[in-house]
């Protein structure tokens, strides 16, 4: 049987704004959405929480649009916990684009065991370092398009390492960005891209490059992808629940 919502107030009802999600399905057992309390309480919930990697990167002095795109490459299908340390391992001892380029694809492998695919991104990184030294003399533009020029590049590394990085208001969105934002039922769109799209329609900008911070580990440690933490998500009286089955 599933758990019930936590108890709260109900709000008057007001005019819809930006803090209201436009594409929240309609339910009487809930809140109205609200964007800014959602994300107070998640903000709140995921202090205990170690920090999303690229975050922690860049606390750790590699917050460089080069570094953090090179360890955006090493994150992908790749958990935090594996991705980071091999992230530091790489930065460590070739921080910038023609200390990377003159290390070769083997170098670069066996500091990145063991992420996921780590020999097609050893090559991926060199050419990223190779191209970033001799077409741009060391200094990546901040530009999204030229970010996702190089190969393995896509828009969610591009918007996070530019994001962090550089300041830009650009939301990157992974696989807990788009399963918990679907399942609040904040946003209706069934691939990461359209997901982005859509929360592009509706969440204040002040968020965009807060939400992968907070969704990232609220999404590996509460909303998890199969028995999502329900009965004890500081945000419940709001989510619609959307696709969930089965709950803890």
Not at 20 to 45: G, M, N, Q, S, Y
């Amino acid at each position: 049987m599933a758990d019930k919502p936590t108890t709260a107030p109900r709000r008057a009802p007001r005019a819809q704004s930006a803090r209201t999600a436009h594409a929240a399905t309609a339910r009487t057992d809930k809140l109205p959405f609200d964007i800014e309390e959602v994300l107070r309480r998640i903000r709140h919930e995921v202090r205990s929480f170690a920090d999303a990697a690229m975050f922690e990167l860049a606390a750790k002095g590699h917050g460089s649009l080069f570094e953090q795109l090179i360890a955006c490459i090493l994150s992908i299908r790749t958990l935090d916990e594996v991705s980071l340390p091999a992230s530091l391992r790489l930065l460590g001892r070739a921080p910038t684009p023609d200390a990377l380029a003159r290390l070769t694809p083997q170098d670069i492998d066996a500091l990145i065991q063991p992420v996921t695919f780590h020999e097609a991104k050893a090559y991926q990184v060199h050419a990223i370092a190779v191209r970033t030294r001799d077409e741009f003399h060391g200094q990546l533009p901040a530009d999204a398009a030229v970010l996702q020029s190089f190969k393995g590049v896509g828009p969610k590394c591009a918007h996070l390492a530019l994001g962090i990085a550089c300041g830009h208001e650009v939301i990157s969105v992974d696989i807990h960005v788009h399963r918990v934002t679907n399942r609040w039922g904040y946003v209706k769109a069934s691939t990461p891209e359209r997901t982005l799209a859509a929360l592009e329609a509706v969440l204040p900008r002040p968020y965009w490059v807060e939400l992968n911070r907070l969704l990232v580990p609220f999404g590996k440690h509460v909303c998890t992808g199969s028995r999502p933490k329900c009965s004890t998500c500081p945000v419940l009286p709001y989510c619609r629940q959307e696709g969930v089955t089965s709950h803890r």
